[in-house]
């Protein structure tokens, strides 16, 4: 269990966290979610032990085993498989333990039972299933069964995030801290890691901007703002529906406090001159010095995108015949042959690797074909959005600059001050339109980019992995934008939410062609499991040789006595999971219904007697919380010494 208390961090003169206060439990699936910049990653940091309290305290399980992904996999000759092993250190440290009694040159006793028990070490580690376990990581994260044994540093930084993250899952962990781990993911891989965090035993954390992946894969929801942790029970979706309802009482609170304060202030400056009346004006006065003053609600704006009316909407806008796709003379695409029209909002589905974003380029005219035609209709103006901002952006130019150059090709009769309105519009403020883009984070980076691609007024929208860096808000405000645009879109997206609002068909990139995806979003999910579970299988190494499987250990027998192991801890597992089970469902109900009666409470309507029976109630609840979470508290105690045997 983690549990945080009182905890101030500061950060510079930032304070990320103000006096707060965080439990969280074995198994809790845990979405850490607020607005860029509120600190979420800084709470990794400080659970990680990066970052050091500044008040307050953190508990946590002095033998717990934290994983997270690394942020940076430096070049190294290892393969991708045993990149994927080196984060298991146990495994590491038994397997070099029993290289080491193999190769010793002593035949005595000593020798014998030092290769015994790093043998038997090596079994406790599973070194035995350790590839294969790495080797399905690694496929279900989207590599190929060739890109199994490639050195790491001939990978690029996106495929290097995915071994950073097939890693972290390989480690034996008690806590598992995912900060983004969707971004360098395609909707296949997202699909798989999702089933596999479902499996995951232990508590995690993940932050993540996907409103579809979070909701698939979190229990819980801690809310970070202003410097306060809030706990939710449920997913996203279920959060957002308890947040409005709980600003909604915060406000109506609020206006009810104005309404007393009003009265009182009133009554103290009418009465307090009267000499009669001037003890009860007296006693207001103390009270309106003692009330603790409710803040009103202020909601952050989220950036709000519009669409700008395209030129013309012609109907026949694009079309490619029997082209090839590709760089230099390597086609990835070959015999490709769409026709876009005018109103077709369509979403580009394949796991990466398979050419979307080479189709992408080639309907943009950015990569030319390697043989066909690519025929464009008349008036076609097209507005690209490029997976890798740096593809259209000049990072040594301000935003202004982009204005200026893009605005002499689009507009030329527009004046610098509609430039810097439509920036505003995308929070670029005077400073920030003059800085160069290579200092933006990526968030603004996108955001600059969306907003070059709108201005454009284009008839055909173009968009390679918009939502990289955009977060929850900006992304719904896109999924808006886009279902009111008047044009044609064509979309790549992991953004499973986002292709939902906005396509009503889809094309397949996969095995070197492009064609027509017969079926919902969901079809394509279970289709990609399927893709996913065949490489999987083809991975499995074939039965050894008589000779091979006599010269390594009883493989079946080390299997049948760690499944007796497992029964026999299961079997004393069970009572106090059962218990643990019912304290922590009467403990949620409870602090269900005293969140009902406080919500009772604070209703100005409720009658005296009412009143006195709930408040009754609350006491009678709160004593029997306490009691509860003490018993939850030794249990999971004894669950985590059971567990760690």
Not at 52 to 64: I, N, R, T, V
Not at 92 to 103: D, F, G, I, T, V
Not at 518 to 545: F, H, M, N, V
Not at 581 to 587: F, N, R, S, T
Request: net charge negative; glycine share 8%.
């Amino acid at each position: 269990m983690i549990r945080l208390t009182d905890i101030v961090l500061r950060r510079g003169v930032q304070v990320v966290l103000d006096h707060a206060s965080l439990t969280l439990h074995p198994g809790d699936k845990v979405g850490l979610v607020g607005v860029n910049g509120a600190g979420k990653s800084s709470l990794f940091g400080l659970l990680l032990g990066l970052l050091h309290e500044d008040a307050g305290s953190l508990e946590k399980p002095s033998d717990w085993r934290l994983a997270t992904v690394a942020q940076d996999v430096p070049d190294s000759e290892a393969s991708a498989t045993d990149f994927v092993m080196q984060g298991d250190v146990a495994l590491q440290a038994a397997q070099r333990a029993l290289e080491a009694a193999m190769s010793s040159a002593d035949q005595d006793e000593a020798a014998g039972h030092a290769l015994a028990e790093a043998q038997h070490a090596y079994e406790l580690a599973d070194g035995y299933t350790a590839r294969a376990r790495a080797e399905a990581l690694l496929l279900g994260l989207g590599f190929s069964v060739d890109e199994l044994r490639k050195p790491v540093m001939q990978f690029s930084g996106g495929w290097r995030m995915r071994l950073a993250l097939a890693q972290a899952l390989f480690a034996p962990s008690d806590c598992l801290l995912l900060d983004e781990p969707t971004n360098h993911l395609d909707l296949d891989a997202l699909v798989w890691l999702e089933q596999w965090l479902a499996r995951y035993p232990g508590l995690l954390l993940v932050i993540s901007h996907d409103r579809e992946f979070l909701d698939a894969v979190c229990r819980i929801t801690v809310h970070l703002e202003g410097g306060k942790l809030t706990r939710y029970g449920g997913n996203y979706t279920l959060f957002e529906e308890q947040r409005a309802e709980k600003l909604m009482q915060q406000q109506a609170a609020y206006a009810r406090q104005q309404q007393d304060i009003a009265r009182l202030t009133r009554f103290v400056e009418r009465f307090r001159a009267k000499a009669t009346k001037a003890r009860q004006a007296q006693s207001r006065m103390k009270a309106l010095e003692r009330m603790e003053r409710l803040a009103p609600v202020y909601l952050s704006g989220a950036l709000r995108i519009e669409m700008l009316e395209p030129t013309s909407l012609p109907q026949q806008l694009l079309t490619l015949q029997e082209v090839s796709c590709g760089y230099g003379d390597a086609p990835i695409l070959t015999g490709v042959s769409r026709s876009i029209v005018g109103g077709q909002r369509i979403g580009i589905l394949g796991a990466n690797g398979q050419g979307k974003s080479t189709l992408v380029k080639t309907l943009a005219a950015v990569l030319p074909p390697l043989s066909g035609q690519r025929i464009e209709g008349k008036g076609l103006v097209i507005g690209y959005f490029a997976q890798q901002e740096v593809d259209v952006l000049r990072l040594d130019e301000s935003p202004l600059q982009h204005m200026q150059r893009l605005a002499r090709d689009v507009a030329p009769q527009t004046t610098e001050q509609e430039w810097r309105n439509w920036l505003g519009r995308y929070q670029f403020d005077g400073d920030m339109m003059l800085r160069a883009c290579g200092s933006f984070s990526g968030g603004e980076k996108a955001r600059l980019a969306l907003a070059l691609v709108i201005w454009r007024r284009p008839n055909l929208l173009l968009l390679d992995e918009p939502t990289n860096h955009l977060d929850l808000p900006t992304r719904e405000s896109l999924a808006i934008a886009l279902q009111d645009y008047a044009g044609t879109v064509l979309l790549v997206s992991h953004d499973r939410a986002l292709l939902r609002a906005t396509c009503d068909a889809f094309w397949l990139v996969a095995d070197g062609r492009v064609q027509d995806f017969e079926g919902s979003l969901d079809d394509y999910q279970q289709w990609a499991l399927s893709r996913t579970a065949q490489r999987q299988s083809a991975a499995q190494p074939r039965p050894a040789t008589d000779g091979a499987a006599q010269a390594q250990p009883d493989r079946k027998e080390a299997r049948r006595q760690q499944a007796a192991q497992r029964q026999q801890r299961a079997q004393q597992l069970k009572p106090i999971k059962a218990e643990f089970a019912k304290v922590e469902a009467e403990l949620r109900q409870a602090e269900s219904e005293r969140s009902t009666l406080e919500a009772a409470l604070a209703h100005p309507d409720t009658p005296a007697a009412e009143r006195a029976e709930q408040g009754r109630r609350h006491h009678t609840l709160e004593t029997r919380i306490a009691e509860l979470e003490e018993r939850w508290l030794e249990l999971g105690e004894q669950l985590e010494s059971l567990q760690g045997t």
